[in-house]
């Protein structure tokens, strides 16, 4: 698979260091746990949608557009990163935030992700949580077409076939330091959304044949919905690198047994996720994805289905500015001269 016949523009930091977690992997003494550290993309706090706007904003350019558009939920870490990544191009941008919660505090609506969208300089449009947000933005596109503006509309999530090659690259990327480490990957686990990521990693690691299966968590959609949503992205964009085919449909697993009460709210496996990885490895996991994916990890561990002597990599997918859109969800004290 040669990426390099498709247009680019160079926005992350790649490639983005594969690590091993020897405390966590000791305290919950089963597999050795690995992660590949795309919080660490680099634009506006990073996370997994940089991969995907190096791809998507090199088309608008190619395109002419003169202003991106996408949409997400009011905390989403996508349009925060691509508030960021059209600043960097000199694009402006403008966000359909849509209300998937109705979490009313001061936190939610205007700290994380949303201060950052601002600090961008992002113009922002606040939905209601509305079946199709994707019909939105083509309507909101089309609104400033007649307007004489050059709109470039990115789906939600970045997730069509050209936002997929991010991952497709992250699978060749992902493969090769493991090969040079010597390290054997047993599995691959993350936080499946809107399906790019996982579509794009398996449509990789298939092209390439690489041996390595591939369990996303998801957040949102049930079992049978996001396999197929992942499916049908998965095949598209296998067919987009000239490997039509490689990717089957019993390749694409992906278990929503840790959504919890829905997308956006936090679950008490996932607040344990995140103090686990915040106090063994000092490192921070997002209260919406990648921890619900690690409390999965965490749990399908504790259960047995991944034992010592495996390698287990964990995608971690980036986020952790919405931590600060969750604060009250930890239960500390209000204030830093309390216990
Ligand atoms: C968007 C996102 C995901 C999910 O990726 P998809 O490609 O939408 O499936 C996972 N983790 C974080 C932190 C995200 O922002």
Same mark, same amino acid.
């Given at each position: 698979?040669?990426?390099?016949?498709?247009?680019?523009?160079?926005?992350?930091?790649?490639?983005?260091?594969?690590?091993?977690?020897?405390?966590?992997?000791?305290?919950?003494?089963?597999?050795?746990?690995? $992660?590949?550290?795309?919080?660490?993309?680099?634009?506006?706090?990073?996370?997994?949608?940089?991969?995907?706007?190096?791809?998507?904003?090199?088309?608008?350019?190619?395109?002419?557009?003169?202003?991106?558009?996408?949409?997400?939920?009011?905390?989403?870490?996508?349009?925060?990163?691509?508030?960021?990544?059209?600043?960097?191009?000199?694009?402006?941008?403008?966000?359909?935030?849509?209300?998937?919660?109705?979490?009313?505090?001061?936190?939610?609506?205007?700290? +994380?992700?949303?201060?950052?969208?601002?600090?961008? +300089?992002?113009?922002?449009?606040?939905?209601?949580?509305?079946?199709?947000?994707? &019909?939105?933005?083509?309507?909101?596109?089309?609104?400033?077409?007649?307007?004489?503006?050059?709109?470039?509309?990115?789906?939600?999530?970045?997730?069509?076939?050209?936002? &997929?090659?991010?991952?497709?690259?992250?699978?060749?990327?992902?493969?090769?330091?493991?090969?040079?480490?010597?390290?054997?990957?047993?599995?691959? =686990?993350?936080?499946?959304?809107?399906?790019?990521?996982?579509?794009?990693?398996?449509?990789?690691?298939?092209? %390439?044949?690489?041996?390595?299966?591939?369990?996303? $968590? +998801?957040?949102?959609?049930?079992?049978?919905?996001?396999?197929?949503?992942?499916?049908?992205?998965?095949?598209?964009?296998?067919?987009?690198?000239?490997?039509?085919?490689?990717?089957?449909?019993?390749?694409? =697993?992906?278990?929503?047994?840790?959504?919890?009460?829905?997308?956006?709210?936090?679950?008490?496996?996932?607040?344990?996720?995140?103090?686990?990885?915040?106090?063994?490895?000092?490192?921070?996991?997002?209260?919406?994805?990648?921890?619900?994916? %690690?409390?999965?990890?965490?749990?399908?561990? #504790?259960?047995?289905?991944?034992? #010592?002597?495996?390698? $287990?990599?964990? =995608?971690?997918?980036?986020?952790? =500015?919405?931590?600060?859109?969750?604060?009250?969800?930890?239960?500390?004290?209000?204030?830093?001269?309390?216990?």
């Amino acid at each position: 698979m040669n990426l390099a016949r498709f247009p680019r523009l160079r926005l992350a930091h790649l490639p983005t260091p594969l690590e091993h977690l020897p405390r966590l992997s000791a305290a919950l003494d089963g597999p050795e746990i690995w $992660i590949k550290r795309d919080d660490c993309t680099g634009m506006s706090s990073g996370g997994n949608k940089t991969r995907k706007l190096e791809f998507l904003l090199a088309e608008a350019q190619a395109q002419g557009a003169d202003i991106v558009l996408t949409q997400g939920a009011t905390q989403s870490n996508h349009a925060r990163q691509t508030a960021a990544c059209a600043a960097r191009i000199g694009l402006d941008c403008h966000l359909l935030l849509e209300d998937r919660t109705q979490k009313a505090d001061h936190d939610y609506t205007a700290s +994380g992700n949303v201060f950052l969208d601002r600090l961008h +300089g992002a113009t922002l449009e606040h939905h209601p949580a509305t079946p199709d947000m994707n &019909a939105e933005l083509a309507a909101a596109a089309a609104r400033l077409a007649v307007e004489g503006r050059r709109p470039y509309a990115i789906p939600g999530g970045g997730s069509n076939p050209v936002g &997929a090659l991010g991952y497709v690259n992250a699978a060749l990327e992902l493969v090769s330091q493991a090969n040079d480490a010597g390290l054997r990957i047993d599995h691959v =686990v993350h936080a499946t959304g809107s399906a790019g990521t996982q579509a794009g990693l398996i449509a990789g690691l298939r092209g %390439m044949h690489a041996g390595v299966p591939l369990l996303g $968590i +998801g957040v949102r959609a049930p079992k049978q919905r996001q396999e197929e949503n992942v499916f049908r992205l998965a095949a598209a964009t296998a067919e987009l690198c000239g490997c039509a085919g490689a990717v089957r449909r019993e390749d694409v =697993v992906a278990n929503c047994d840790y959504v919890g009460s829905g997308y956006g709210f936090t679950t008490p496996a996932a607040i344990e996720a995140i103090q686990m990885l915040a106090r063994l490895e000092g490192i921070l996991l997002d209260p919406v994805y990648s921890s619900k994916a %690690m409390a999965g990890l965490i749990d399908l561990v #504790r259960r047995g289905e991944f034992s #010592r002597g495996q390698n $287990i990599v964990f =995608v971690h997918t980036g986020g952790s =500015v919405g931590l600060f859109g969750y604060v009250r969800d930890f239960g500390f004290p209000p204030d830093a001269t309390a216990p």
